[in-house]
């Protein structure tokens, strides 16, 4: 079984950054895609950012410039970094890793984003 655990959601004004963290732990053995999802009130969950495991990144188009995503494979720890935040930023971030054939999902961490 894999644990995420994920941190750096917050409150934060329009124009300012977060970097959120998604640390993975239990039983890992090769971590794929590793990706950034969230989910504003009464939306859809989204895709934000995602990774590869060779280092190839897609992103969302309302993010492009903004946002980057990266990861430590030592540490089994996936970043984002979000610059010139803006109110419809404001969602809870997901974490998402690819282990073998398995999804695996965090709790979320709530980023808020102050006009």
């Known amino acids: 079984q894999v644990q995420l655990v994920e941190s750096g959601g917050g409150l934060v004004q329009a124009g300012g950054s977060l970097r959120l963290s998604c640390a993975a732990s239990?039983?890992?053995?090769?971590?794929?895609?590793m990706g950034w999802y969230r989910q504003a009130p009464g939306k859809q969950r989204e895709l934000v950012a995602a990774?590869?495991?060779?280092?190839?990144?897609n992103y969302a188009d309302s993010v492009k410039g903004r946002f980057t995503i990266s990861r430590d494979n030592a540490k089994n720890t996936v970043y984002l970094q979000m610059n010139s935040l803006k109110p419809e930023d404001t969602a809870v971030y997901y974490c998402?890793?690819?282990?073998?054939?398995?999804?695996?999902w965090g709790k979320g961490t709530l980023v808020t984003v102050s006009s």
């Open positions: 998402k890793i690819q282990e073998g054939r398995m999804d695996y």
């Open positions: 239990g039983s890992i053995f090769s971590i794929n895609a």
């Open positions: 990774i590869t495991s060779g280092g190839s990144t």
